[in-house]
């Protein structure tokens, strides 16, 4: 049974928040993002999971793109990682990762050979129990590896040509079921898939739901970066995977619904879509 993402499925998921609490109580994320061709990824995927609620939030990216980033979001704490060619280099230490209740992975690294190397390393030795967010080049390096390894407790997000290099499926299939290949991805990696386009899928590989939030308005660069640090944020929250992944890709498409309205589905930019992230809160809990 396909069931459909709307604020009456939503409304009330957002996590409680407690007025004994400090930034501990929200969550830590560590976000593996950017490369010296990609900096936006890094920013717009760690200041988006802060504004949807997170804690505390520590971004592992190469050193020289640190300093950019630091200046627009000071907000952000850093893991100042070794490169080589301006992406992540295989000789890099992040320390205990259970230090984090979640891990996100993927926006704007590049699929590089050590860059490759060393995530796909961590994706094989985290801790099943922990939570994490595979978006991007992250889900572009599993692909690379042909390997099956379990991801459990992750969501991933890829678009329909990213599932298609993980799952070796022509794109043209992927698009015309796209509710079967989404529960494949699901069923393969023992995850939640969020498959994005227009009415995105997201799934466990058993219950299927359909968002109704969402427009052209979001076909612009960042925008699934966005979706990444909303999820994380969620997940931070102690969300459930799923329950992050189906709120996350509500507010996301709603944050750009409430921006297409002032701003036309022509001008909005993904940074609009984090600006309007509140409004879309919003309008979805319930006295929390």
């Known amino acids: 049974m396909v069931k459909t993402i709307d604020k009456q499925l939503v409304s009330g998921k957002m996590p409680l928040r407690s007025e004994n609490s400090n930034k501990a109580t929200f969550g830590k994320i560590l976000n593996i993002a950017g490369s010296l061709n990609y900096i936006g990824a890094a920013y ?47 000789d890099n230490d992040l320390g205990n990762l259970t230090d984090y209740n979640v891990l996100s992975i993927g926006c704007g ?6 860059t490759r190397e060393f995530i796909f390393n961590i994706l094989k030795k985290r801790n099943p129990i922990q939570n994490m967010v595979l978006d991007a080049d992250g ?3 599993l692909a690379s ?18 599932l298609s290099r993980l799952l070796k499926v022509n794109i043209e299939e992927i698009n015309s079921n796209r509710e079967k290949y989404a529960k494949v991805a699901s069923q393969t990696y023992e995850c939640i898939t969020v498959l994005k386009g227009h009415n995105s899928i997201v799934t466990d590989g058993k219950e299927v739901y359909v968002n109704t939030t969402g427009s052209s308005a979001l076909a612009k660069a960042g925008s699934g970066d966005v979706l990444t640090g909303i999820i994380s944020g969620l997940l931070a929250q102690k969300l459930s995977p799923i329950d992050s992944a189906v709120t ?41």
């Open 44 to 90: 717009l995927s760690s200041i988006s999971a802060l504004k949807t609620g997170a804690g505390y939030l520590t971004l592992a990216c190469p050193e020289e793109i640190a300093s950019t980033i630091a200046i627009m979001a000071p907000e952000i704490t850093y893991k100042r990682l070794n490169s080589k060619n301006g992406a992540i280099s295989i």
């Open 109 to 114: 690294i590049t699929n590089t050979g050590e």
């Open 139 to 141: 889900i572009n390096i």
């Open 145 to 162: 590896k042909n390997e099956i390894i379990s991801l459990k407790n992750t969501v991933i997000t890829p678009h329909p040509k990213e």
């Open 248 to 288: 996350g890709t509500f507010l996301h498409g709603l944050s750009g619904d409430i921006a297409a309205i002032n701003l036309t589905k022509y001008c909005v930019m993904a940074s609009d879509v984090i600006n309007c992230l509140p409004f879309a809160i919003k309008q979805i809990i319930i006295d929390k």
